[in-house]
């Protein structure tokens, strides 16, 4: 083993040997892209069918910290870019991977990293096919950031977007909202919070290819991530033109979440998830989505949440057990920093 050295040095930024040794040992050897070109040569049978569309998307990822219960840095750069060419209907296929290293990182560390993103890449259905290392000075960043880029391929015909979705539509999703918010503020340990929720992030792409077997009309998906589920679904309604009701005592959450958002005075809603996403369906297929979600573990928790209607256009509310309505609007500011 050529890697000798406990952390990371400037030279493993170099271009030289040390690069190579870093890149070969940590990366390649746990990815094995095809080939060591300065990029990835793709094929596909799936791009060969007249109307088939290529699907793009990149993300980059700076959470803090970088191990938290339930994953980590790497398992997000997969499972967020999976997400992302997922809710648009696209089949993932490739993953590009670049690294921003801070000199001092523990190379330990950087194999955990590149070992969960390959489990994930793996159960995703996915390969990491390139990508690329910086190494900054110490003090220029922060351990480790991970920027992925996705592509996949859309089925000819599918058109996933927000303009579809029409008053009478039904809003699910598929399961507890939260998790990953409420894990990040506990894992960081600033406000001696005890808590054994597990992130939620995971990869969602083998359930929305079965969600859209089972429903063909399918109208939108987004991921609630960054600004969690309110912020989703005002996107979703100022595109569409619709307004959105949801109804808060089917809203599903952990008591363990409900309780660390009482105690920091903040609203479940905007907590960052990252293994949920929620659909718009006619109500005549909510069923059959609902069943298909739940024939996965990430939709075991599968619900109706709410529903499209025509009144108060590009506006979410909230009917409460009490029978009152609150408007839900889009996350302003950033309630948690430093979360994917």
């Avoid at 307004?243 to 660390?260: H, I, Y």
Wanted: aromatic share 2%; net charge negative.
């Amino acid at each position: 083993m050529a890697l000798r050295e406990d952390r990371v040095t400037m030279a493993h930024g170099g271009g030289g040997k040390a690069m190579r040794d870093l890149i070969a040992e940590v990366f390649a050897a746990v990815f094995q892209p095809p080939g060591m070109e300065d990029q990835a040569r793709l094929m596909t049978e799936a791009l060969q069918v007249p109307g088939a569309r290529l699907a793009l998307t990149t993300d980059s990822f700076v959470v803090a910290p970088m191990e938290f219960p339930g994953g980590d840095i790497g398992k997000i750069a997969v499972c967020g870019t999976v997400n992302d060419l997922a809710v648009g209907g696209a089949r993932p296929l490739w993953l590009a991977a670049a690294f921003i290293i801070e000199e001092g990182t523990e190379i330990a560390l950087l194999r955990r990293i590149a070992a969960s993103m390959q489990r994930e890449a793996e159960a995703a259905g996915v390969r990491i096919v390139t990508g690329d290392t910086k190494v900054v000075e110490r003090g220029k960043g922060d351990g480790v950031f991970v920027t992925t880029t996705g592509v996949g391929v859309i089925a000819p015909g599918l058109d996933l977007r927000a303009e579809a979705i029409r008053p009478g539509d039904v809003a699910i999703v598929n399961g507890v909202l939260g998790d990953h918010g409420a894990t990040i503020l506990a894992a960081r340990g600033d406000m001696a919070l005890s808590t054994a929720i597990e992130s939620d992030c995971a990869a969602l792409g083998h359930l929305m290819q079965g969600v859209l077997a089972a429903c063909p009309d399918l109208r939108a998906a987004r991921d609630a991530t960054r600004g969690g589920l309110a912020s989703a679904l005002n996107e979703l309604a100022a595109a569409a033109g619709v307004g959105v009701v949801l109804e808060e005592d089917v809203l599903p959450l952990r008591a363990e979440v409900r309780g660390v958002c009482e105690i920091l005075g903040l609203d479940p809603l905007y907590l960052a998830n990252e293994g949920r996403l929620v659909v718009f369906v006619p109500e005549a297929a909510a069923e059959a989505v609902l069943a298909a979600m739940r024939a996965h573990p990430e939709g075991a928790g599968a619900c109706v949440i709410g529903r499209a209607v025509a009144d108060h256009p590009g506006m979410v509310v909230m009917r409460t057990p009490f029978g009152g309505t609150r408007i839900v609007d889009m996350l302003v500011g950033e309630q948690l920093p430093r979360i994917c």
